[in-house]
């Protein structure tokens, strides 16, 4: 059945979920737009099992089914961490690849690049530098005689774009791939010189390896860079080759396991995934290594949401789950995106959520070294949480149990107990002792050492960009968000401080509200020298529309494969312009896709100018020189039903009493102090609640340390003072 | 925290072995501060890797050190056994030395042929222990040119001064090139 | 992005009462602090610092993240892929004596020249006759007035005023693609003085409030053959600059301008105390000598000029000596400058030597001038390093200053090692190369280029446990990044890759090798009405880049290129057998697959090799040096060079690692344990034998010595470089040679 308004009626649900590295959220939007969130662990060999358990989870609190959830559900949406977790562990499928001859050491050279993800001291201390592991065997890199030109820079000039100046050779084509099958590659790869331009080579040699397959009755996946990422710049094409080949599959396979299972409770659309630029797909989506990082963008989509509610104009995110803490950047209501993405050491041709983060979460590893040097992450205990629960090593969800952050009898609302006596004598065996420090003296160091990671990752990532952090309100969330929220925002001015009930389930929230979407790239090599004739000018804008109208046909075909009616599809138009003879092309929007002569041709080139301007000065444009358009882009927009946020009544300052649960003590700022305990699901908008305080929900805990208040506005907001 | 950081003998033998893991030894560089006692854990793991007794003062390269071969003598050793003499003059000076004159000689280790230096401007020095044959340096220079003192240490001062441990030995006349001394010798000798 | 002017009149004319202090003024107080007190402009006590450290740490993080994000996003304006992709650009913010405060990702220790630019600006008194005003812009490019290393380094100084008065200096700089010179390209092959090294511009005002003047424009287009490219540089240059002097500006409206005058001096002083800090930490006092060698090649090719007509072998040569401000390299012995583009000033060769003491001692602090007060230098005047002569060329100081910095580098390597920092210790190498030129298109359409991709990576020397790797780092940036082929073949029209890969076995080989260096296949289709490029790499394969190898092991091979002119390569295509790298271009020509009319191995620097349909241009650069005796290696380690092709002649390994090994049938190699053991016991035997003792070896060179028996490139190296004391000195000492000797000019 389709995802669209002729099936979504008021009755039916919403389903989202952010499989983490530690637990699985699931985020259930009710029929009438407000929502609850269900949790369980991650469990990376059975995916399909926490699917189950957090969506029953979720069911549960508003005493329904999943079956009956599913039966009625319109949108189904599972972001995961298979795919970067492939390309992590280097477990993915053995890649053999066919390369322009001559480069065949390029998976190796990788264009340099050893210091990707390094700071600036440490891209200075060259013996730093190394490259990543290459995710094919270079004695598996084949090199083809074959050669198209790309053009010039200079203009119109010398041979045009995708003249053959070496033809396929065939022989050596066959001879490759018999040499691949035999050495057990599972999949195999095309990357040709300027296949962005004219992708007919590396066409033309899948069709032979095919043909190869065929003769030998194997069937492989061939991918083309072409396919899956054409644009300038072989090094990043490559790479973005390397990882469909070498993940997106697999993950392809273990999703489609999830939406069975999501079948099998009656659910009659497709399972959707996000991709790293914002936008779901379902499962059909041939660039599957797009979805790369597809639970952070949730998050970011979600702050969109919550911005446009609150009229926020920029917001810095702040994710706290189990494995690391992640940073992202909403500017004047953008997602931040970066156009070469450097991931795990890797830098992929892919429009990417720009995200920073340190390797510190609730389940990272505590451990001191042979230097007596206290170390947080990067290990993690993922789903095991900690010594307090399955793990054998100590973990920060250790230490907030043993000092009293975190209540070991209402983890998960009470379905985990957690070991507090456990974790207190690991910390105080592995940490406390070699330290010479008393146990929550040791405990509270590494708090410190946690909260000040992320502290400065806040401060950096908005100061690097050259802003100012009294212009971004802070909206932190995952489950460990509110625990260490004290700490991490501490001493640094934003504009607010805010957070949300479900923040252990934002992310599931974020993809929730998701557009169905898919973006489509096309490079070109278009020239706009100055004093140009109309009619050369009508000539371009027609190509332009022509290569608009592809995009739009590829867009309703591969939608409507996904079960999208086509009719309900909306376009965005963009461009990538830049000045004649300049390298990079900036991404330009358009209002709109109407593109016949030269009057929108103008139209295109002063978008490209006002956007130009906004980010440099006067002194660095360049109009006299001419223009070049290198890209059109093309968004393709289904509709798709949201959750919806409503205000409710704003109730008295004071908490009811039926809210307060106890009192707890814990050890905050030197000593044990008691802390008031709030049940979340019982506070009204409207409340304050003054710290010392904690608000315990079964997804998360709300530390408001002394001297400070948390209140709730109309949504529900918690707002921190 | 940094002050008092040490290293494990494990990691400094497997530096010395070149055993190292990459992620140990980027945990190494990453120090923002180097360990302070790294040197005398070094020298430990050196002594106990040699055959010979004499007390390791400094190390010169792979298979070479400066050693206190007895009160007031501190001479160059080779890993074998060999002496060279007084540190503060060139140890090259006791070496045997073969030269790569000719492009057929420079052809064997230098490849493909156009990576070698060009006969006339340039030659390539071997230096080698005299009785373990092991090649302790090679210089690529112009013929003619004075053997290269690679590195004269000041071991006073680095003793007292860096290590705050003074040697027994000090004396105001140890940090002085002498190596002229053995070429004043070698022209008597004509 | 809008900008808000400090517009009040700069300082008074003279005669009028001077509301400020001149460059002059500000010079003259910064030298004698720092020369009293040994403190950076006599700043004895952070005070600042210790009475606030969060406010003075966000005031510093502030300043840095303005300086780092103009690159971030200025690079984006550029037109060459050295500036935007790889580390061939840099943004800095200076005192307003040029001393550095804070650096971009680039490479940054071209900071070295910003204080002998406003020196310069100082000593002429353009703050007095002409008035620097908030915005102005200057435009730098020469070596003598403003330290630049060589005029493809083009600088942009913008001056940032407050109330009036100078606080500092936003600069930008990139390496041009082309700027202009006889020869094409942005380093001036053959230029014989500077009138031959394109467009050298001393200090000069080219813009105000931001905005370069019209007639600005006019040069690049007439002065050089990349007007676009060269523009929109320029436009980057000058976009980061706005970017820093807006945030300076902010800054201090926030701090306030005391605190900026004095936390500026105390970020300086505090980065200078931690780099003697870390000297005192890493080094062992004593001294430390290292040479290299390049071969200027200029006999036969530069009649027009004859006293330039003559090959120039360039003796490069320094001592590294720590003391308590921090340490000394004195550079005397090197040779003298001369009529060829391989002369550097000294604010060049500070750029070069910096960067090896700035990675080994900078890293864990504040980079700022702090560098340029640790690392005391001697450059002797009249020396390659300080020529006394004004008009020198100094297009190509780069392919050997890299060596001056090897050899300051690898010290620090040594002294890691002593100290036992093993997992510090590799060989430095500074084998860089880079091709050049320009054409016409048939079409008319002239272009000049400049090939960056060997210079954005090269291979690293062997650690002391470990080998060296492939395209890994640079010395020379921070940000090793070779490009894309589909950048760099997009700039030039007519020449297309047919290879760009590692170079097998293209390293120096020891206990443990160095990284291989990389080569490319260049092939002309269609050259238009003229395709002609060069390459300057000072003779570099005629020597090797670092005279010393590492603990026994052989210096890093140099970097050469082929031209291959008029070829019968349809056939090759036909075949399928096209040419990958150089290595493999000579084997198929000794196959007699490959024909070639004019085949021509540059181990020098070319002359302008016009192209034609099918001519291939191949070069090979980027190797790196190995550390320990060969014998010594793992025979494992050599198997695995054999069998993943890094070894690809076992002759030629075997009989260099003395191994025995068997191939199979698939090719795979086997080691043979016993027989490796007997070859290399037979080896260190036959090593005793074909050797003579150092007192044989010395009186058959003296006699040599005495008899002057060198071709002359060499007698008159040891000329120039005995007209200096102190290797004068040393040579009389080593050979015992009569007070008479000399080597007499010829």
Redesign the interface.
Known sequence: MAISPTTATERQYILAFDAGGTMTDALLVKPDGSFTVGKAITRRDDEPRSYRESVMDAANNIGATAELVHAECVADIYCGTGMLNTVLTGNGRKVGLLVTRGFEDISVMEGGLTYLGQTQSETLHQQLHRHTRPLVDPKNVIGISERLTGGSYQGNIHLEPGHELIPVNEAQVRAATEKLLDSGCEVIGILFLYSFVDPRHEHQARAIVERVLEARGRALPVVCSADVAPVSKENNRLKSLLFQCFAAELVRDSLLAVENEAKGFGFKGRLLTLLSYGGAVNMEYPRLYETMISGPIGGLIGAQFIADKLKLKNVVTADMGGTSFDVGLLVDGHIGITKSADIAGHRLALPMVELDSVGSGAGSVVWVDEYKRLHVGPDSAGAKVGRCFQFDRLTVTDINVVLGYVDPDYFLGGQVKLDREGAMAMLEETVAKPLGLSVYEAGAGVLDIVNSQMNDLLRTMIAAKGYDTRDFTLLYYGGAGPVHMYGFAEGIEFADVITLPWAAGFSAFGAACAEYMHRYDRGLRVLLPNGMTETEQTTIATQLRATWAELEQEARDEMEKEGVDPTRIKFRYGIAARYLGQLESFDTSLTDGVMDGPADLQRAIDAFEQMYTKVYPEGARFPDAGYSLTAVHLEAIAPKPQPILSALPLARREPDDSAYVGSRNVYHGGMWTPFKVYEMAALKAGNVIEGPAIIRDPMTTVVIPPKRTMSFDQYRILHYK | ??E?????PE??GQ????T?D?DN????????????G??F???DALQQRVAWPEKIL???????YIVASAPGKRVVKCACGHEFGDYRQNW????????KRTLDDML???????????P???E?R???C?V????????????????????????D??YR??LGRPLPDEGSDW?Q?R??LV??E??K?? | MAHAFDNRTQLSPPGKEVRHQTLKQMFEKRDRLTQQTGHYCGVSELTLRAADPIKYERFYNKLHAAVLAARESARFVAASPGSREMGESLWGLATPEGDTLAVSLGFLSHTAIFPVSVRYMAEKEYDVNDGIEDGDVYAVSDGLTGGVPHPGDFYTFVAICYEGEIVGWAVGINHLMENGAPVAGSWATFSVDTFMDGLVCPPMRTGRKLKQESWWKAIWQRRTRAATMNILDDKMRLAGCAMVHDATHKLIKEFGLDYYKRATREVIEESRRMIVDNMHALMVPGTYNGCAFRLVKYKGLQQIWSHADKNTLLHIRASVEPNDKGLLVDTEGSSRWGYHSYNATPGGADAALFLGMMNSFAHNTKVTAGIELAVQRHYPSGSLYNPDYEFTSNANLWAQTVSLNSIGFNAVSRAMFSRGYLEEAFTVDGNWGAWQGSGQTDEGVSYGFTNFEWLGGTGRGAWCYKDGEPIVWAAWSQLATCGDAEEFESCVPPLFYLGRKLLPGYFGHGKYRGGPGNSAVHWCVKPGKHIAVTRPNGGLSCTTSVGLGMSGAYPGPGSFMISARGTNLPALIETGETPRDARELLELIDAGKLEVENLEIWKTDCPELALKDNDLFVDAAGSSGGWGDPLDRDPALVINDLNDGMAPRYEFTANLYGIVATVDAADVWTLDAGATAARRAAMRQARIGDSQTAQAWWASERTRVLARDFIPEVREMYEQSMSFGKFDNEFRKFWQVPAAFNFPKE
């Open positions: 925290m940094n008092d950081v040490s290293i494990s990691l400094i530096l010395i072995d070149g190292i990459s030894a980027q945990r190494l560089l990453r120090l923002e501060r180097k360990d302070k790294r040197f854990q070094y020298i400094l190390r010169l390269g792979d298979k070479l090259k000076l006791g070496c045997k030395i073969r030269v064997t280790v230098y490849d493909p042929a156009p990576a070698c230096p060009e006339d401007i340039q390539i071997e230096f080698f005299p373990c044959a092991s090649q302790h340096a090679v210089e690529v220079v112009a013929p003619g040119y004075p053997v290269v003192f690679e590195m004269l240490p000041d071991l001062k680095f001064e860096y940090y090139d190596t002229d070429t004043r070698w022209a000798a004509g």
